[in-house]
């Protein structure tokens, strides 16, 4: 006598909330930790036919099933980041505003990765500024003139926190930060730069969970693909 | 002997960074916890005069010393906002985009007004839409169809600070979180608000520090005053 | 010369109190984490024997083990759910009164399943309503007329854990609020939905540790078995 | 030029959300803290007005308000218990059911009365068992015979939070834990306690947040007023 | 050109303080984890030599190491103890005094273990009651008469951690608390356990880190063999 | 109406333990923290008609309380303790055994003169060694040969609690280590010292809460008084 | 019966190691906190005539005793800074090397000078840079050329605390980071500024305790003191 | 359809900052966990080209890959330590100063020789005394007669992480200290030596991250190779 009482449709071991797009105007994320690659695959294929003329995205992905998943969609409508462990999969909307992505050190490439996919699923052009942390400032001094260039900003670091703080220093643009789980010891899985980007004494600063590069994504698309292109060209002053 | 060194200027008991205004086109503000009204009225004097055209702000004032600051300063120019604690003194900039203020519960108050008038010191307009906590849903349901006129939501909340993540299923409009610091017990001076928002589950959340009422009208005042009103009129979707 | 003195009964790796039937009218229930397969099946046959008419349940058992246990037990009395890992081996008791189990998302149905298995070894009955979650408001709104049907309530959410306080919102019933480790970052294992649940704005919402669904589980049954069924027919206005 | 916004209603200094007895069956509750007595007042004479059948209950009036919020009130209709600084206006419904309301020590007595008041204005009886904390376990062993007779126990403690454990080995009745800040050093203002209710090996504990008589009597009450009162008299037993 | 300067005498991967003895009464002891079987043989035997009439401790050794050490040692000389994954190899003293090892639940079996062996070697004799959790109350209260006959108790639980308050008041025997990781979710490893017998309400409660049997028995057998057999016999009075 | 229902006996605002001396051995206690003096006035004298044989202790009273209930009690028989704001009254009992009392620094004294007065209370003699932190190492090294000539140890440190290390590798007597809240910043209110001595690398260190001289003296006065004392002539070594 | 036995030499409320100078090079201190004016009167008048030609310090005094405490001392060898609350009395050694203090805001301004009088007492030079957060980078640009000139640096920061990692990458000085309380929230009252030092991105940054402006300062100036002129006229290059 | 946009130059997986040398006359180092052995020897090969009179350093390399590396470059400039899984390639700087390294145990062997390899890197000489824990305090004082030779200190020490403090006051030479991971449960994972450090009673210590004996090493450094020999001779009296 089985008791499992799980009889759902067919997708019934994922949550495919095919009303969200036209309430959020969002597309619908498979969130890939814990899932198995058939898994991905069939709830990709359910949103792609939901939504055919929307690509869908999903996000952390085993390393080791990327390619199953890949070889089983449309590859002409694939587009994959390994860094990311991530695939975006169907037509991708015609970009608006541009959002630029800064990340202190090499280690924080997944997230950046993953923030930069996530912008094109969700609307907006994502440029990437690498490596530009705090201990070697002239880093980020040069690039310094490109930062009112954007519309939104994610600036992505690990162990201090610090990159959001400085950069928010330089530039009106609007900042989101997101803390990494780089570190180690008294860094407690990426909490110490939690704080140090809470407390920022740079104002305006807004930041997202640990390593959540898709989140800050989804708010600076919104951001960057409702702006006004002349706010940028003026610069930031009122 | 005093051997007592600090021979600075005037203002020496605090920092007045005037420069800050064309760098990222936001005001000086005072924060005025620890400060004497007597500092509080300096600085502002001196912000005052450095940028004569751009209104200067005062958060964070002690209840008493209201009275006394705003005395002291021109009353024609002066907007003093009790509930926030807070003054703006000097002409406002013409006001571009829309930040609604979101808050769950009465004690929230404090917060929401803070972050009210900092909206409007940042050159943007504020609403406001009350005492709309989760555990009345109608209210904020009640409130659902204003929430895609706005260009940035601040969304403010304590004990559970559920509320961000019910008005982020209910629109695509960006979102600021603000954890409030009440509550007692385990909600741990706001942390309890704090990691609630940071884990929320509708994408896009930003979050500030508990009670910043200030950073998050910093943010969502940028935000809205470079918003196309085009996007707000077309809805949120791509 | 070996020193090991646990000189005890048969089953002396386990503590089997077969008086906890009479003292609460609970059955037993073994703690399969850390157990072997056979020490397991060799608990629940000895539970069979001391208590032949009421059922034994065994939680978190080895996803590899289910299969061996299963086999060892008396197949036409053993109920397994292999999303729970439980097992439930016996005649169960007639099952009175209803409890609701409602479930965020699906990286929750690990403990809805758990819960669901022990409300009936429990003697009431379990009915789910599953992916809720908070994010996508229309679908709890669409089970609210199902809330005031329950005797008690289950809630079971990981990240923030907002989902108690708007069903707390939505009825009198009694809820009993479980938070999952579902999350990263400064979800810190399911400790942001914990401090959230217990900080709920919604009165009366009672709470159990991470990932206890056998614990919400078993007050939850104590309460609807218990439960006038004309209290569920009058509605909950007094 | 004032600029506070807060046009709001007669009481807008305070949510009152006459809307929630028919919703949940519950009265609302009016939390006194950081609410002057003035306030206080005026929300419950609005309360009495909208819901002239159904007692009101505040909570948590500061000690130095009690007189005056009573003198204010109708003295015939007025309940006010000085221990938990609550006050219970207006006719108080039909008792169902019984509620044992368990405290450890004389520390743990302003909790308890705020949940006795609470229970009756929530419906039910309430009676309570004083200083039975575990380090003089002779004295809930000789309350033991009692447990069994009540529908629902709320049990209270502070330190180590050890009680709930042991009633819950006792009795099947149905157990809220109610953690509080009695204590010093490790005990984290009821941390400690509270940890060691959410962990108890007792199964079918659950816990509200440190101090929260009031959730505990919400939760306690609607369970005793919908029990049948022939489950009381068969034992727990199934 | 190797710069490794680790050029220490023979055993210079291990700390081996043969002073300890005389100024401390107490055996050395090989505190096994992180240590390989040739490591643990070699200071074993080293500590053999020096202090030929005493015999030498060796804990937490891993598992699949144990039948390799003690096929080393001289076998006659060996207790092992599995379950405590701990040897003691040499002439044990005439042991003086007792202690009492009292644990709540069978996980909590291998820090009992540690524990007894532990007192063995320090010279005192070990007396193990199992399986008195709080949550069957019956339990402990039916070993009551004999926690007089000790001169020093060792308790130990997981979970909630309650068991040492309850003994606690049963007796005016010492008592050392040993919290055990034990328990899931908000355990936190152990934490809760902890948090809890440093909040016991029974006065005179020491305790010792988690999972610590070693370093419990450690202070057990000092007071049991220092203690006079007639204050045993004469009560704990006065 | 008052619905007040604390009709109790006399002293119903205390618990009034007076089986606990046949019990345990131990005296009662009176924990004066929150308690006005008239309350521990009355609790004191109604210790006293209980056992008129034996003292009462009285801890943490308010230092402003001290004159007035010691006037209220029987001079002769009451022993006050300025330093420790507690008092003894009634005949000490015969001591037997020493304990010694060792704190770090002046600060720590508070704690320190508590644990002298409980020890005496609880039969046993208390000598202190006062100011011997590790930082100027030649003052415990100057006592050194002292630390042999105690039953029992209790030492007492702030800040990083180091002292309990140093002295358990000087001696074999039994340790019970007391953290203080002696510190600021990242000493968490004595949470370093606490931490620090749970991980003493001297074996068999044990710990209470966090300035509880108090429970540190029961436990030690309990080992003291039961001691041989040819234990302590003898030296440590078995 | 007065039993307090704190029987103790003149100076028996404070510990007075004047053994520490010819120990350590470094002048005895008096932590003022908690202590009277009498009291710190007293100690400073007797390490004077302990050691004539070296001045002793006092630290955070309180501000109100400041003057009592100055005018009992001959005025002719007493520095007070009111900032820091310290006084130093006595001759000052021949200052050897310089140590350069940074601070980030004004409201570090009592760590900093605190840390300036200790350095001075310590025998350095201290120079002082103020007001050099990382929001305005151009300010400790500004004063980058000048990093290299001092054989130490102490960098002050509350907040994020991320002024150390700035400095940290513009000079190979040596850098002694000193956390402050100052922020709100979630800085947990300078935890935040704490961990983020503690994980620092520059190399070779060393951290002490919260607001431990003096700590920073006896290493700094112990490492100042010590230096060869030479290599810093060198530069920081090998 | 690739997206992956990393088009960085050859050794784009990780940021080489060539010109950190001349801006803090430190070298390059070569984080090397997370890093596959193909990536370092990489890295370490444009070191070298990059800087071929100075030498490059690798830490946290994986056991398994330090063959691999060193055969991979030139075996007669290539230091490799074992120990701490490190390897320092090219010409090694003139050594002056001297740094003393002092560990606790032989679990902080790692720590200790990551840290002595670092000082060799910046130019310094290192010595180590290990094993000299505080709880056999004959073996640090039996040291002490050297602390005063060296131009700074590094000690290392887990568990409670006491060892700073007693060197701290048995010597003025500058002290580092480092907390490692070593210990179990309230560790924490070195977080109570990491807070013991910080609130060290002993004036002076200044601590890094938690197994951070690489930074330790470059403080460290620094002061020995600026240290004026004729400082350490005279001792450390001023």
Known sequence: MATNDREEPNLGFAQVDVDRLPRTGD?????????TAEQIIEILQHLRRAHPHRAALA??????????ICAALDAEQCSRDDVAAAVLVGPVPTARGRVGIISAGTSDATVAAEARLTVIAHGSNAERINDVG?????RILAAQHRLDEFDC???????????PSVVGGLTGTPIV?????????????????????????????????????YGAAVHAARVARSSDPRSRDQGRAL
């Open 177 to 213: 930060a997101v803390p990494t789980s780089v570190g180690y010891g008294a860094s407690f899985g990426g909490l110490a730069a939690l704080l140090g980007m809470l407390n920022s004494c740079a104002p305006g600063v807004v930041v997202v969970n640990i390593d959540n590069g």
């Open 153 to 163: 900003l994610i600036v992505i670091a690990g162990m201090e926190g610090a990159l």
């Open 27 to 35: 597309p619908e994320t498979v969130y890939g930790a814990g899932k």
């Open 59 to 68: 996000t952390r992905i085993a390393v080791n099933d990327m390619d199953q």
């Open 134 to 138: 705090v201990a070697g400032l002239h």
